[in-house]
């Protein structure tokens, strides 16, 4: 794919409406052949799944046609997914002297399963990328940095990545960096360091996506105020309808929407339904405990407790939880339309990083569930396509533009 022919696509998008003109609701019938019609078209593109764990500790192979995860070949191919950023994401509390190691190594078992089945994936460095693939009849593939204590307070650290083939970084994870305040830790810094807006600014001038999923409401909007591109959630949902500090306010998505980015709706049952969060929460220590002792009995062995192994634990406590179905999702993609509009609003999620996901939406291969769900609301083809990936490409485009701009006014590096 030529640069001109994806600037062509991206003036498309950036033609149609910004407001989702909704028709009446649809018949199901009529929904699905709707959606049949744009997943035919659409490249559609998940920001966030964290397979590669599996891949590095259990050996697990993304074409295995019987896979216990949510994100295979075989499933990717049935949700007609056109593109998966994979997540780095390395544990908050590893071991400091080895977080580098441990996401080389992830970033490593990436490359090893693309290069391994070549026939169905490929690696995608930039938005051109992501559209020539596509058409090409492959999965595009991607990576994210999740959580910034991975550069070690290293700017360089960012470079490396970034040549490596990581196109975003989430600037937190769970608890706080040494330069920004994460959503879910005390705040310690009153949103971003001086050093915190260096690592924005060096990843503007990268070409890397800023993540804004993660950290706090405060850091947030100090990310808005020096970024200068566009930035993405790339795992978040609608505080308005679940209240938890991982989702963004209403005013959140509307700033978003001012800067030009995209919201990308998580699927994680307890970011979607605070019902099930509040089951959730007050069974989280009963399943802890067994996932512990299961640990420990596989070490008396000199072994570990696998991810296959862990996930069926949690199977078994979910089926005494309240999880929503997969139209939850329909109604965080509808609450950030309507909020900040249908040019940003997008899809991450979360599959193989969280312990629930709503029914229907099981795996990637349930995606054209979610398609039919929205067509059925009355949103009309275009603005489907804009959702399913149009977003994502043009807030690539824009991030890619803008280091350009900045590496030649500045006399590159």
């Keep these: 794919m030529c640069a001109r022919s994806y600037r062509a696509y991206i003036l498309l998008l950036t033609l149609l409406p910004a407001a989702p003109v909704l028709s009446k609701e649809r018949s199901v019938a009529e929904a699905q052949k709707v959606a049949q019609r744009v997943l035919s078209r659409a490249i559609v593109i998940d920001t966030h799944a964290d ?68 026939a169905s994936l490929e690696l995608a460095q930039n938005a051109d990328d992501i559209v020539r693939i596509h058409r090409a009849g492959k999965v595009a593939i991607l990576m994210g940095v999740e959580g910034g204590h991975i550069i070690e307070d290293d700017l360089g650290m960012l470079d490396t990545y970034y040549r490596l083939g990581v196109r975003y970084m989430t600037l937190t994870h769970t608890k706080n960096t040494k330069w920004a305040d994460s959503s879910t830790d005390k705040p310690q810094w009153n949103g971003l360091t001086q050093f915190g807006r260096q690592v924005v600014e060096r990843m503007n001038r990268l070409g890397m996506m800023v993540d ?108 005494r939880l309240p999880t929503p179905n997969f139209e939850r999702i329909a109604d965080h993609v509808a609450h950030a339309v309507q909020v900040a509009g249908i040019d940003h609003v997008g899809l991450g999620s979360d599959f193989d990083g969280v312990d629930s996901i709503p029914r229907g939406m099981e795996d990637a291969s349930k995606i054209p569930n979610l398609v039919v769900e929205l067509a059925r609301r009355g949103y009309g083809e275009d603005d489907l396509v804009t959702i399913l990936g149009g977003n994502l490409l043009r807030v690539m485009g824009q991030v890619e533009k803008a280091s350009r701009v900045m590496q030649n006014t500045s006399g590159g590096w």
């Design 51 to 118: 397979t590669p764990q599996m891949m590095l500790d259990d050996g697990y192979d993304l074409s295995d046609p019987n896979s216990p995860f949510m994100i295979s070949i075989p499933k990717l191919r049935t949700g007609h997914l056109g593109a998966e950023f994979l997540s780095i994401w390395v544990d908050v509390d590893w071991p400091p002297q080895d977080l580098i190691h441990r996401a080389l190594d992830l970033i490593d078992v990436v490359n090893q399963q693309v290069a391994r089945h070549a």
């Design 212 to 319: 804004i999923s993660h950290i706090s409401d405060k850091t947030f909007y100090d990310v808005l105020a020096t970024t200068k591109a566009p930035v993405i959630a790339s795992h978040s949902s609608c505080r308005a309808i679940s209240p938890q500090p991982r989702n963004m306010t209403d005013d959140m998505i509307q700033a978003l929407g001012r800067n030009g980015g995209v919201m990308d709706i998580n699927f994680y049952s307890s970011f979607l339904d605070p019902a099930y969060a509040r089951a959730h929460d007050a069974l989280s220590k009963e399943v802890d405990a067994e996932v512990k002792a299961g640990r420990e009995g596989q070490a008396k062995e000199g072994k570990r407790l696998s991810y296959a192994q862990e996930s069926e634990i949690r199977r078994r406590y979910e089926a």
